[in-house]
Every structure is written in structure tokens, then in C-alpha cells.
């Protein structure tokens, strides 16, 4: 059985900076093609940045240069570094896998492509 878990989040002021660990297990982690997901109150989950089993990078345009996504394979942890966050930055940040990614290069972006998800860690940014 696949587990995801993420750690990292927590409270943080604006312009801060947080990294976001998601450790797996039961999956072949070179494989998968990984992915993070936020959702704040009120508003749907949407992708943050995703990495193939490659390397190839996705990011969410309103993130590029403030985020960065990032994968060990030894490790079997997708990593997420967050910079100069801010207020709206604040969610429960998810991880996802999809173990069954066909190309290195393939990156998803939606959230039906992923197969398995994490609890979430909360991150909250004050101003």
C-alpha cells in the first residue's frame, strides 16, 4: 500500500520561508511522478508544482519563483521550498503520487492523475 507523508508546515510570517517534506512508501518512489496540491478554506484544491519521475518541473504560474519542487530518490521524498511567502499562501498543502507515470518527462497536473494523496500539513502565513 502506498503512504504518502508530508511534515515542514506550520505558522510562519510573510516573507518567510518553509520547506515541505513528503516522505513514500509502497511505491517504486523513482517511478512516480509526484506532485503538490494546496487547498485554502472555501476555494477547491489546486496544483502548486509536480516533478516526473525524471526531473521535468511544473509550477502553477502565479507560484514560478517562489516555489520550488524538488525530488531524492534515495530518499523517496518529493520536497517543496516555499519562499517570501504571503498571506494567501496559507492552506493545507497536500502530496500526491502516480506510480503508474509511462515517461520520465511526464508531468500531471490534474488532480484526477494522481492515484494517492497525503494527509496534508498546514501551512499559515501571517502578516
Known amino acids: 500500500q502506498v503512504q504518502l507523508v508530508e511534515s515542514g508546515g506550520g505558522l510562519v510570517q510573510a516573507g518567510g520561508s518553509l520547506r515541505l517534506s513528503c516522505a513514500t512508501s509502497?511505491?517504486?518512489?523513482?517511478?512516480?511522478?509526484m506532485g503538490w496540491f494546496r487547498q485554502a478554506p472555501g476555494k477547491e484544491r489546486e496544483l502548486v508544482a509536480a516533478i516526473s519521475s525524471g526531473g521535468s518541473t511544473y509550477y502553477a504560474d502565479s507560484l514560478k519563483g517562489r516555489f520550488t519542487i524538488s525530488r531524492d530518490n534515495a530518499k523517496n521524498t518529493v520536497y517543496l521550498q516555499m519562499n517570501s511567502l504571503k498571506p494567501e499562501d496559507t492552506a493545507v498543502y497536500y502530496c500526491?503520487?502516480?506510480?503508474?507515470?509511462?515517461?520520465?518527462?511526464?508531468?500531471?497536473?490534474?488532480?484526477?492523475?494522481?492515484?494517492?494523496w497525503g494527509q496534508g500539513t498546514q501551512v499559515t502565513v501571517s502578516s
Open positions: 509502497g511505491c517504486t518512489f523513482s517511478r512516480c511522478a
Open positions: 500526491a503520487a502516480e506510480p503508474a507515470a509511462r515517461y520520465p518527462n511526464y508531468v500531471p497536473t490534474t488532480r484526477k492523475a494522481y492515484e494517492y
